[in-house]
């Protein structure tokens, strides 16, 4: 039972809350409303929170002299690709493992989190070969696949713990009703889950868009993601404030929304199902 | 049509065999009960008639054909589970159609039959909601109706009172049994609670470690139970039963004597002991009696008039013609 | 349990999963540990031939190796104890009555959202600059001079940036864990007359032990891995060279493949350490 709480002690508790919740948002808010100044408003002295002449100009700019837009869609393909491909792969695999368990399915699912372990410096050079020998180097399928793979654990595994939370006993239902195994996944499994099915795919397309190894060393000019356009900016380019501000808020705005939405399976899914 | 035959069918999971050799026969339009204490393989028994699990070794027949590797879906049967396993993205009509258009019927035809099935179980109204808008007994009855509709050679249910509280227990019992002289369907219907198979059942199949103790009717196991278990697990409240100088006298390893067959007195009786607890139940008393010379007290049912008290002094005399008499290996001596 | 025929397609369904994976981890494995025992300079000469343990031995024995250990170790370290300490405070600070709550929430989330490499430059640009960042005007307000920070206090700079991505992730699932905790313990130990501070080290803190050793092995691998951060920053000058860099560097910029492969085993043994612990807790609750 909740307890009647005294306002003072709320209030303080809202103060100190608010406080640090500020102060640790603050990076991104100042990102934002650097992104709104002018270039010598931006290196002001003393800095200039508020008041200043908000304007739209560096957003204009990035856009026109970097072809924004072109860095926004390889995300959008490789990010939202990788975690399409995934979940037509893992979908069957967490059915199975869900509700035809065997004695090796828990050997399979620890060997593929293992897997996710795996360092990726320690495959780096194998895997930037092989991209050059098959043509894949700085393409945006290769770098889908990569994604895909490196995500596909963490998919299996929020899928199987949502699967698991499916009675078997529906799916025995169905099958008594006549379902094939076809029928039984489509008309049955998949829209009871789709709630998790939708928060494996937001976490991963979050995960693919942030992904920052394999996307700067995969890719240069023609498939290179958001990630490696904001790279670009280390210098000199990174002393214009404002622009920077700009390329910053625009490659995080979607991923922030996406990311409010998903807090939740955002647990389960970073702790493979230990906390829920 | 719907009779079924299973034919020295076992089960085994893994090196583990849950289910040894078995036959039995399940005649068209009887209501079969399996009963018998948890883990005792009547659900396993089941879901191998269903279809639901393999079966290791042995036959499988339904109206006389050779049912053992046909498909679940293919046997012609239906299930109503213990959780109902109602699909809770789909209304209750669409949950009631969902084998109908598996089976490929049309739309028309597949309406048709939702609507006779929702009037005979009172769901008309009901017919638009979701599972998770119904209470327990209305669920359990959709479940049913998604069984009805398919037409089936035999109903199978699997523990589908467990579920609800005693009340509307009482209430779903009614109904399935009515339901069973309506369609004069096959039912095999599975559950822990000997009450359940005592007042539904033509035939009661009593388990216990997935061998059949016995079957028979429930008089039959009620009056001549084959062993000290089916004699212990039939009748409410329990048998009590009676080793030493007590089932000497009659010539036998154990005796038992059910509690409504003794009458207590302050008197006289053959056995004497004190009253430790009673139960008033209002039509009935149940007494626990300290009898000198045993360890378990014993069990008197008496009427709901009497008044005994807790240290009373009683005497106890069992009906000799209601006694079971049984020998050393627990089986019932003629 | 299920029919024969389930268990069959249960199989050929979990296959490709299997394949995938199976084939993504063995063949650039493979390759790397037959790299590690080559002399390989792709732009010098390439494969030059098969040298045993060489490349392992000069891995170890050259003299970047133990300083980028011990960078490692203190920017791991680092991270983890500042995000688990604050971690802890600060799901405990939100898990109490407030108005704002799902706001707050979302403040405090909001930066493993942002991209790695947009932290970093941020920080790098933004706050750090000894000219025009925040932290100079700053230290300029109190008649303090500007640091340096990313070349005079490079190392704490990147504890820095890194325990700012991370602090959401450790807050959150810890916040999760709370909540989980019956509060009819809380209020049984109360009734037991215990203080505040008992019921937290008492019943919170042990609650909280295994979403604790959860983040922190979680984090640990990842945290091993860092990469952006360090690239976009210091690109390793500075003391910042981590062991995953050091790699990095000897793979593709000095395209000393043996050498670096040598250093590639010795990360996944690395990490594999970690693994097993993580495994273990992970495997443990897959029973239940």
């Known amino acids: ?276 | 049509m719907g009779q079924i035959t299973l034919n020295q069918i076992t089960k085994s999971f893994g090196d583990v065999q849950v289910i040894p050799p078995l036959d039995l026969r399940i005649d068209d339009g009887e209501f079969v009960v399996f009963v018998g204490p948890s883990g005792c393989g009547k659900s396993t028994l089941l879901r191998l008639i269903a279809g639901l699990e393999d079966i290791t070794s042995g036959e499988i027949n339904i109206d006389g054909k050779d049912a053992t590797e046909v498909p679940p879906a293919k046997r012609g049967l239906a299930m109503v589970f213990q959780s109902y396993a109602l699909y809770p993205h789909m209304s209750v009509r669409k949950n009631i159609a969902f084998p109908l258009r598996m089976a490929g019927l049309d739309k028309a035809e597949q309406d048709n039959k939702v609507e006779a099935a929702a009037k005979v179980l009172n769901l008309t109204d009901y017919l638009e909601r979701r599972p998770g808008q119904l209470s327990g007994g209305q669920r359990q009855r959709v479940a049913i109706g998604r069984a009805i509709v398919r037409e089936p050679a035999a109903f199978l249910f699997d523990e589908p009172l467990s579920n609800l509280d005693a009340a509307l227990r009482v209430n779903m019992r009614l109904e399935i049994s009515e339901l069973h002289q309506t369609l004069e369907t096959t039912m095999i219907y599975v559950t822990h609670d000997q009450v359940e198979a005592m007042t539904m059942a033509d035939k009661i199949v009593v388990l216990q470690a997935g061998i059949i103790e016995q079957v028979g009717s429930p008089l039959e196991l009620y009056h001549t139970p084959r062993n000290r278990f089916v004699a212990g697990f039939i009748g409410s409240p329990k048998m009590n039963f009676m080793m030493g100088a007590f089932s000497a006298e009659y010539d036998a390893a154990t005796i038992g004597i059910r509690p409504e067959h003794i009458s207590v007195s302050h008197t006289e009786g053959k056995w004497s002991g004190k009253v430790g607890v009673s139960e008033h139940l209002g039509s009935d008393t149940f007494l626990y009696v300290d009898v000198d010379g045993l360890e378990d007290p014993v069990t008197v049912r008496s009427t709901g008039e009497v008044a005994f008290r807790h240290g009373d002094a009683v005497h106890l005399t069992p009906d000799p013609e209601k006694i079971h008499r049984f020998d050393n290996q627990g089986l019932r001596m003629a | 349990m299920a029919t024969q025929h389930s268990r069959s397609a249960a199989r050929i369904m979990m296959a490709p999963a299997v394949i995938l994976l199976l084939g993504w981890m063995l063949i650039p494995l493979t390759m790397t540990l037959v790299f590690s025992f080559k002399r390989y300079l792709p732009l010098r000469g390439g494969d030059l031939g098969w040298v045993g343990f060489e490349n392992y031995v000069r891995f170890v024995s050259s003299s970047a190796f133990w300083p980028s250990v011990q960078t490692t170790l203190i920017i791991v370290g680092g991270v983890l104890v500042i995000t688990i300490i604050f971690g802890i405070l600060l799901s405990i600070l939100l898990d109490q009555p407030m108005w704002g709550q799902g706001v707050v929430r979302i403040l405090v989330i909001a930066p493993f959202f942002v991209m790695p490499t947009v932290s970093a430059l941020v920080w790098k640009n933004m706050f750090m600059d000894p000219v025009n960042g925040l932290f100079a005007h700053l230290w300029k307000a109190f008649g303090a001079q500007p640091i340096e920070w990313l070349s005079d206090a490079s190392l704490f700079s990147i504890i820095l940036i890194v325990s700012w991505q991370w602090l959401p992730f450790a807050t959150l699932i810890l916040l999760t864990a709370i909540q989980s905790l019956d509060s009819e313990q809380l209020e049984a130990a109360e009734m037991d007359g215990a203080p505040p501070l008992s019921r937290f080290a008492y019943i919170t803190l042990p609650h909280l032990s295994r979403a604790i050793t959860i983040v922190l092995l979680i984090q640990t691998i990842f945290l091993l891995a860092i990469f952006a951060e360090i690239f976009v920053t210091t690109s390793g000058a500075f003391g910042t060279r981590t062991l995953t860099y050091l790699i990095y560097q000897r793979v593709l910029e000095s395209q000393n493949v043996g050498l670096g492969s040598a250093g590639g085993v010795y990360a996944i043994i690395l990490a594999n350490i970690v693994a097993i612990f993580l495994m273990r807790i992970v495997g443990k609750n897959l029973d239940t």
């Open chain 1, 1 to 276: 039972m909740a307890r009647a709480v005294t306002t003072r002690r709320k209030t303080i508790n809202t103060v100190a809350a608010w406080a640090i919740g500020l102060l640790i948002f603050f990076p991104i808010l100042w990102t934002i409303l650097t992104s709104f100044k002018t270039e010598a408003q931006a290196i002001n002295d003393p800095p200039l929170f508020l008041f200043f002449d908000w304007t739209l100009e560096n957003y204009a700019v990035v856009q026109e002299r970097s072809d924004y837009m072109r860095f926004l869609w390889n995300s959008v393909i490789i990010a939202g690709g990788s975690t399409v491909l995934g979940l037509i792969v893992a979908v069957p695999a967490a059915w199975s493992m869900a509700f035809v368990p065997s004695k090796r399915t828990k050997d399979i699912l620890m060997w593929m989190l293992s897997t996710k372990m795996l360092p990726a410096v320690g495959v780096l050079y194998p895997i930037y070969l092989l991209f050059i020998e098959m043509g894949l180097l700085d393409t945006r399928i290769g770098l889908t696949i990569v994604l895909m793979l490196i995500n596909l654990p963490i998919i299996v595994w929020m899928l199987y713990t949502y699967f698991k939370e499916i009675p078997g006993e529906i799916l025995e239902a169905a099958r008594m009703d006549g379902a094939t195994l076809k029928e039984e996944i489509l008309y049955i499994l998949t829209p009871m889950a789709i709630p998790g099915i939708a928060s494996t795919l937001l976490l991963n397309v979050i995960l693919a868009w942030n992904e920052a190894f394999w996307t700067l060393n995969l890719t240069a000019a023609k498939a290179a993601p958001l990630t490696a356009f904001i790279a670009s900016y280390s210098s000199p380019e990174g002393l214009f404030y404002a622009k920077l501000s700009a390329a910053s808020t625009m490659a995080i705005a979607p991923i922030l929304i996406l990311g409010w939405f998903s807090q939740k399976q955002l647990v389960r899914g970073l702790t493979f199902g230990a906390v829920k």
